[in-house]
């Protein structure tokens, strides 16, 4: 069986990307070895299977002798391993949650929903760094990739509702610490609402109110940038839809993508509001079908207001593989402007199911 190094696994994709893999009992299949930036020597994590104790995640020689390393570390590590590793002459499969590889010319971004049969054949021509893609914009693409293989995008706007918990797990935690501090500071009903509302607001500002993740409010607030400032006055978060995208679909022209990045108080899944400018026109019965028949994990929601409120939303969608698309209508600007709501679980197609696909096309090209 194939020996496979797996760094991060703590962290929030990596528990979900072992949770998976356990799932559906992929670990009888291989030889896995945990390491640690923190823990060498340590006992590893129960995946049902013999592992021997933790390694230490920056013995380069040691992971130099894995055929596969799949890493869910960050992308300071990438960054400080991954050229080390190819500079010592190393040949193995790199798999990768992190965004530091993703736009280098050797990398093959992978989303088995949209591009698993190109990620099949960049493995058999020697690609060898495999990189997840960017949560919102693979999710985005799993929902309306039937849109882009039928060639009817001339450009997409997305203003993302993104979760807390893809800011980290402590990020998670402080936004339920938000909502129970505020829940603590409510006056009494009685009181009315504009009692409330001053609690609140003086809540915000209070020395005491627990914003060391977020700097911000986030519970009873909205966040509208995440990520660093370019030059455009994009934030990066913003200017990975376009590039990542086309990157993935292996368009050329690339088809301009833009929007607007937030984060908002769910505490796991990201939303995305879509208006996409087609070519040209076409019924509404048809853009359904090209969706809906693009893969097996996206599924159309009628435009109701019972189905959009009962199947399109995070707490409908969180913990599965279902990547809902809904809301979708022909727009008062014309023909061709059509409107979409989605919504998916960002660890799951998001960030480690990606991974857990390409290991087993890795697999499946070593055994």
Known sequence: MTRVAFIGWRGMVGSVLLARMQAEGDFKALEPVFFSTSAAGGDPPDVGVPAPPLGDAHDLEALADFPVIVTCQGGDYTKAVHPRLRAMGWRGYWIDAASALRMAPTSTLILDPVNGAQVQAAIAGGARDLIGANCTVGLMLVATVGL?????????????????????????????????????QAPHPAEGALALDRAVQAAFGHPAFPDAAFGHPLAGNVLPWIDTALPSGQ?????????????????????????????VGALRCHSQGLTIKLKKAAPLDEIEALIAEANPWVEVVPNTREDSLARLTPAAVGGTLRVPIGRLRKMTLGDTYLNAFTVGDQLLWGAAEPLRCALQQVLAVSA
Not at 148 to 176: C, D, H, I, K, P
Not at 238 to 246: D, G, L, P, S
């Open 148 to 184: 882009f293989r039928a060639g009817l995008v001339e450009w997409v706007t997305a203003m993302t509702y993104q979760a807390a918990s893809g800011a980290g797990a402590a990020n998670m935690r402080e936004l339920v610490e938000q909502m129970g501090y505020l829940a603590g």
């Open 235 to 263: 934030s990066r978060e913003e200017w990975k839809a376009q590039v990542e995208a086309n990157k993935l679909l292996g368009l050329d022209p690339p088809v301009p993508i833009d929007g607007t990045c937030v984060r």
